[in-house]
DNA sequence: CTGCAATCCGAACGATACGGTCCGATTAGC
DNA sequence: GCTAATCGGACCGTATCGTTCGGATTGCAG
């Protein structure tokens, strides 16, 4: 139940690319890079799949770079992961990709993944980057609540 | 974002062990291997781990074998994960027992994590092995929603 | 029009953690 | 006291992740 290192990272570049939506100047994945300190090759591997998934508009040659190809209140956390990750699949049996389940056939709990696997992803889908550009979220208690499951 | 394998068969023992609730017999580690198709060696370390984390109560010696420590309605998805794979952090700015985030000091999105990891949480913790022990869940729509987030 | 410089893109390497297997320690029954 | 069945911990192979490196492409300056 841990989130890869590259996916944490994708969060973190494309919340800065967030912040810096106000300006239409393209960032280069060196600044990227220095502003969220993560390592330079690293992230450009991030913006790579993240432009090949449509997220980031990029251009090639002197003066280009990466710009969000959509408003930040338009990107959610889900998409990003999904980027960089695949599928947001907790078990194998979800992804409709691949069918190789050991148990499969006679499993009973198979039905009921789907449903916490949709749970999971709406967590995930319910932030967006320009939630995440905000200065620091409100401390105001307990802000987030799941209402009905199952 | 995907969960291992492990807790995955680990929620697939437990929801055996719970529809087996009723009769007080214990149940050895060959027995629920047979009944979900989960290989006997992998299910013997992981009985043994649920075992330590309090979940089953284990009984050594010959008749010997495991019972649920609580109600199947009293142990949530989100136990059994942690359980297996230990606390649910999605990063691990998130997990309080370690400081290596290499970034740390200037990240700006360190404090909506506790959030969205408390969401996912949430998400897991609602589900019981009551709930998973039922023949199979309701098709009627959607069952989950996020009401607010961070 | 040609050369240069900056940037993106894809492939190979190494490390960490997972998953699976085996053997020893312990306990209840005979 | 012995036997047999079961739990508990340690070892090893494998796969994925994370990082690094070199090549291809594009735009600008001369």
Redesign the pocket.
Known sequence: M?L??????AVVIMSAAARHCGGVA?L???TLAEETGV????A??L??RL??AGLLE?????????RLSRPPSAIDLAEVIEAV?GPIALTTCVDEARHDC?LDGSCRVKPHWAIVNRAVRGALAGVTLAQLAQAAPVHGGQQTKIVEIA
Request: hydrophobic content about 30%.
């Open positions: 841990r890869s290192s590259l996916a944490d990272y393209r280069n994945a060196t390592p330079l090759p690293t450009q591997k913006v790579s432009a090949a990029s251009a090639r040659g002197q003066g280009g770079g990466f990750e050991a």
